[in-house]
C-alpha cells in the first residue's frame, strides 16, 4: 500500500538519488552536460550531488514530499516559492562546493540556461507563485498512476493550504508537458537554448488555483 509522507534532510540522500536517476534522461541534463562524463555513473554522482543541494533548499524554503511502497521510497515531489530569497549561503550551507569538479563537465551551462528561464518567468508570475521543482518517479512504478496521484493528492493540496495563486512548472518532454495539461496546466512560453551545439527546448506550464 502505498503512503505518502513530507521528506526531512534525514531522506535526502535517497530522495536525491532517486530524482538523479529519473531524469538522467531528461533533454536539458542530457544535451546539455550528460554527454561530456567518461560514463553514466559519473553522470549519475553529478546528478545526485545536484539534487542534494536543489532538494535541501526545497524543504528548508518550500516543502518535498515522497511516495512510499511500504517503505521504499518510489516517487519525489518538491516546491517552493518562485519568488524565494535564495542566497549564496544557501547553495554553500547545502554543499556546493562539492560541484566544482564538475565545471569542465559544463555544469555552469545549467546555470547559465536557469538565468534565462528565470529572466522568460519573471514577466509572467505574480506574487503568490509557486514552482514545482520537480516530480520523479521509480521507473519500475511508472504508468501505475503514481506521479497523478503525488501531484493530485499531495502537492496541489498542499499548495491550496499555502495559498498559492498560481502553480508553474517546467518541462523539457512533450509527455510531461501532456501530463501537466490533463490537470489544467497550460503552455505560456516555449523555452530553447542552444548551448555547445545543443538546442535544448522546453515549455514554462503555469496553473492558476
Known amino acids: 500500500m502505498l503512503n505518502y509522507r513530507f521528506l526531512t ?36 554522482q553529478m546528478m545526485f550531488r545536484v539534487y542534494m543541494i536543489k532538494l535541501a533548499i526545497d524543504i528548508r524554503k518550500g516543502f518535498a514530499v515522497g511516495v512510499y511502497d511500504n517503505d521504499k521510497l518510489i516517487g519525489v515531489a518538491s516546491c517552493i516559492p518562485y519568488n524565494s530569497n535564495i542566497k549564496i549561503w544557501d547553495y554553500l550551507k547545502d554543499g556546493v562546493i562539492r560541484l566544482l569538479p564538475y565545471f569542465k563537465h559544463g555544469i555552469f551551462k ?45 502537492v496541489l493540496p498542499e499548495l491550496d493550504r499555502r495559498h498559492a495563486k498560481q502553480v508553474m512548472v517546467v518541462t523539457y518532454t512533450n509527455d510531461n508537458r501532456d501530463f501537466f495539461e490533463r490537470y489544467q496546466f497550460k503552455a505560456i512560453a516555449h523555452l530553447s537554448s542552444k548551448r555547445a551545439k545543443n ?9 492558476t488555483h
Do not use: C, M
Open 9 to 44: 534532510r534525514k531522506e535526502l540522500p535517497g530522495a536525491a538519488q532517486l530524482v538523479a536517476r529519473s531524469l538522467a534522461n531528461d533533454p536539458l541534463y542530457a544535451k546539455l552536460v550528460g554527454k561530456s562524463f567518461p560514463n553514466r555513473a559519473e553522470y549519475i
Open 110 to 154: 545549467l546555470w547559465v540556461h536557469s538565468k534565462k528561464i528565470r529572466h522568460v518567468q519573471k514577466k509572467l508570475v505574480e506574487s503568490g507563485t509557486w514552482y514545482i521543482h520537480g516530480l520523479a518517479v521509480n521507473s519500475k512504478y511508472r504508468h501505475k498512476h503514481v506521479g497523478r496521484d503525488l501531484l493530485l493528492t499531495q
Open 199 to 207: 538546442i535544448v527546448s522546453g515549455f514554462n506550464l503555469l496553473k
